[in-house]
């Protein structure tokens, strides 16, 4: 009976330190996994949101730029050139009434003639707006964003069919008349304002093509060439 007893007894209490280290075990394991479960879930938290900010990207330079086709020719002269809708008078009246001096520019003094480029599409749409050559950054910023608001023009047509024309347009900042829009859109230069003066006009000639002959000497000169003689 006694040796039944302690053997049981024992038997017990390996069952009870088994169960201890098992547990003891069991929490050490979980201790362990969560970390390490918590840093997947974030990384690969972050693998997402990467991958979905570079798609939305995408599509927003693909919205910016639909019509961006480096593959097709940009004419410069084309047999009908594009034109504002409505003509050069509302065109001009257009930027007059869009364009706004910028404070800042203005109370700086600046002024001066913004040159913007942009390309007008087969739709007539208008693309790749940029500054081609500016004075100051609100002018320019303020000439740029004109320009990218216009409505369609009539495209080009070249041999009858629509082509992409690239148009020059000068947009002038003056201080004495606010702003101005100058009606020929060509990089034309303002030295024209510094020429100089025309030359004199030429001396006069007779009819044969000589000079005149030069007047007689005076009365005491041809007596003493008399007298000479």
């Known amino acids: 009976m006694t040796n039944n007893f302690n053997h049981s007894l024992i038997k017990k209490r390996i069952i009870m330190m088994t169960k201890n280290k098992s547990k003891f075990m069991a929490r050490l394991k979980v201790l362990l996994v969560t970390p390490v479960a918590i840093f997947l879930v974030a990384a690969f938290t972050q693998s997402i949101a990467q991958v ?17 086709q480096p593959d097709e020719d940009v004419f410069t002269v084309v047999e009908v050139m594009p034109r504002f809708p409505g003509g050069e008078d509302a065109r001009w009246k257009y930027i007059q009434s869009s364009l706004k001096y910028p404070e800042t520019a203005r109370k700086a003094g600046k002024q001066g003639t913004v040159y913007i480029t942009f390309v007008v599409e087969k739709d007539g749409s208008i693309s790749g707006a940029k500054v081609l050559r500016g004075i100051d950054k609100e002018c320019d910023k303020t000439a740029l964003n004109v320009v990218e608001n216009m409505p369609n023009w009539k495209p080009g047509l070249q041999r009858g069919k629509p082509v992409r024309v690239q148009f020059n347009m000068p947009i002038r900042f003056n201080l004495n008349g606010e702003k101005e829009v100058d009606k020929d859109s060509d990089l034309d230069s303002d030295s024209d304002k510094d020429a100089p003066p025309p030359p004199p006009p030429p001396k006069s000639v007779s009819r044969a093509g000589t000079a005149p002959p030069p007047p007689p000497p005076p009365k005491e000169e041809a007596e003493k060439e008399n007298r000479a003689f």
């Open 52 to 68: 979905d900010k570079s798609s939305n990207e995408k599509k927003e330079i693909r919205k910016i730029t639909p019509q961006m």
